[in-house]
């Protein structure tokens, strides 16, 4: 494995301090007392909190934009493109749960990129909707509230982060079964 450069380690640490305490609470000395450093040493690799922020939040809306268009062209048929939603969910906040608590309790504070992020984010929900009106047309899923529907998917899947660290040695594919099984097993048809 290639070890991280000092920017990658900063944000990662950052990462970590933004769930912790949240954004606002956190400085860049209390970044630099946890990286060992002084804080004007930050200064060499990252221009400011700001900076990170962005880094972290507009990375991890990119690869759920990414992943999505990759469920967007599939020949799947909607269902499994939800079940394809379930798995991009639980891939990416098992790998950065740190990263997804600040993209879910942080984003507000973008400042710059505020609104590419927010961009992002209504293209991944109309895409997400776009699944889930198209399951309803081809008889796939119950005829139901597409909104309703986007937001219950949402609103567990956006919180895996919480629950994902706290177990050991957990096992991606039987997650995603039992989340396909439990998110769309009640809208399927």
Request: net charge neutral; glycine share 4%.
């Amino acid at each position: 494995m290639i070890n991280p450069t000092r920017k990658e380690e900063i944000i990662k640490i950052a990462g970590k301090l933004f769930k912790q305490k949240g954004y606002s609470a956190v400085t860049m000395r209390d970044l630099a007392q946890e990286m060992g450093i002084k804080a004007a040493s930050l200064y060499n690799h990252i221009n400011s909190k700001q900076e990170i922020l962005e880094l972290i939040l507009i990375q991890i809306a990119q690869e759920f934009t990414s992943g999505m268009q990759n469920i967007l062209i599939s020949d799947n048929t909607n269902v499994e493109k939800l079940k394809s939603v379930v798995l991009l969910h639980v891939k990416l906040a098992s790998e950065n749960p740190d990263g997804m608590a600040v993209l879910n309790n942080d984003w507000m504070h973008l400042e710059n990129k505020r609104g590419y992020y927010l961009q992002l984010r209504k293209q991944y929900e109309d895409n997400l909707k776009t699944i889930i009106t198209k399951g309803i047309e081809h008889n796939e899923i119950k005829n139901m509230n597409p909104d309703v529907v986007m937001f219950s998917l949402l609103s567990t899947l956006r919180y895996l982060y919480v629950w994902i660290p706290k177990k050991e040695d957990i096992d991606i594919n039987n997650l995603t079964s039992q989340l396909v099984e439990v998110l769309i097993g009640g809208i399927n048809k």
